[in-house]
């Protein structure tokens, strides 16, 4: 989707077009792969009080209508706008995230058919990024 025209996105995919809908989406235009804290605050420096629980109600919807995807990196999920499909590399100290082009990390197996139709490809890849490694810690 477009990150530009939340009200369009929201059209586009028939929902309702609500003042907490737009400020979700616009704060994950504005940061990818946010976790619900992050967003939380975003959303709140924008519109005022907004529970926790309604931000799970917006992302749910969002995620249903698949305006926004789930990221699945560990105990924090993530959340980003939909559009094109990557896949994802997680460092497993600091959990720094960034999306990789698919195949171009590691070499990807063939998906587990089991006679399902494959509509979508997850791939989530773990190891240290260069600052771990290094040992030099960033705030
Ligand atoms: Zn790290
Ligand atoms: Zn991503």
Redesign the pocket.
């Given at each position: 989707m477009s990150a530009d025209d939340p009200v369009a996105a929201l059209r586009g995919a028939a929902l309702r077009v609500t003042k907490q809908r737009v400020a979700v989406l616009t704060a994950l235009g504005r940061h990818?792969?946010a976790d619900v804290d992050l967003l939380g605050r975003v959303v709140r420096a924008d519109l005022g009080s907004v529970s926790t629980q309604a931000l799970y109600d917006v992302l749910t919807a969002l995620a249903e209508a698949r305006l926004v995807r789930r990221?699945e990196t560990g105990p924090r999920a993530r959340f980003?706008l939909r559009g094109g499909d990557?896949d994802?590399v997680v460092c497993r100290s600091c959990e720094a995230?960034a999306?990789v082009e698919p195949g171009t990390a590691a070499p990807r197996g063939l998906p587990p058919a089991h006679g399902f139709h494959i509509d979508e490809t997850e791939v989530v890849h773990r190891g240290l990024c260069p600052s771990c490694r290094s040992g030099v810690q960033f705030p």
């Open positions: 990818p792969h990221v980003e990557h994802h995230i999306d």
